[in-house]
């Protein structure tokens, strides 16, 4: 079976340091890979996605990057935090090749990260 | 552009009390998938229902029904009979047949309080 794997699941950073947090996925290829934040209080927002190794297409400008080293990781950074990176951070993924708009996100457990 | 509402921020009932969860989407595409998701306190999103644009027959699974109205564009959740455990946000999504990369769009999410 398919699982997904989110760390660290807790994070305190001050403003202007690095940020990486990283997903990996077992038990499947070529997934869709997904970084959603969710501000406190609010709904989902779409970060980044991926469609395969060095694919990166991004929603949101910000101050975040994303990268896909290998088919089943995906690691979300950021040379200088602000403020309001603070949130919970999710990774997800689906199938790729099933009909476009059906798949179903599995999301991992999600990285709560506070700026301070 | 997809959108999707839900205009109820948080409802507050008594356990053994039905509770109904509006969802209200846009989407200019003909083909297009509807979704629940449940996020407990433990911070991780369990997908419960997928639906789509074809199929507007209403669905129940156990407690959980789904009443899903493409005239009014509406795909709203009730839970029968609530528990305690059903205490969680829940969101509505949207996808559509041309979302590269399968992204869905979320709505603000209802937060669900069931009082024993």
């Known amino acids: 079976s398919q699982t997904i794997h989110q760390w660290p699941a807790t994070l305190v950073q001050p403003v202007g340091s690095p940020l990486s947090l990283e997903c990996t996925v077992e038990?499947?290829?070529?997934?869709?890979l997904y970084w959603y934040r969710q501000a406190a209080g609010r709904g989902l927002q779409l970060l980044f996605y991926s469609v395969g190794i060095g694919q990166i297409s991004s929603e949101v400008p910000q101050n975040l990057s994303a990268s896909r080293p290998q088919d089943r990781q995906f690691i979300l950074s950021s040379k200088k935090l602000l403020l309001s990176d603070s949130g919970f951070y999710l990774c997800?993924?689906?199938?790729?090749?099933?009909?476009?708009?059906?798949?179903?996100?599995?999301f991992g457990a999600g990285s709560r990260l506070t700026v301070l | 552009a997809q959108k999707v509402t839900q205009a109820q921020t948080e409802i507050s009932v008594v356990e053994k009390e039905d509770v109904t969860l509006d969802c209200v989407y846009e989407?200019?595409?003909?083909?297009?998938?509807l979704f629940w998701y449940k996020q407990p306190p433990s911070g991780e999103l369990v997908f419960l229902i997928r639906r789509n644009s074809f199929d507007e027959q209403n669905e129940i699974s156990g407690r959980y029904s789904w009443n899903f109205q493409k005239s009014t564009s509406s795909f709203n959740f009730t839970i029968t009979a609530s528990q305690v455990v059903d205490s969680a946000v829940y969101f509505c999504a949207l996808s559509d047949s041309k979302a590269a990369g399968n992204k869905l769009t979320f709505g603000g999410g209802t937060r669900v309080l069931v009082k024993p």
């Open positions: 997800a993924w689906s199938e790729r090749y099933s009909s476009i708009g059906a798949n179903v996100l599995t």
């Open positions: 989407t200019r595409d003909t083909t297009y998938y």
């Open positions: 038990g499947t290829s070529n997934p869709n």
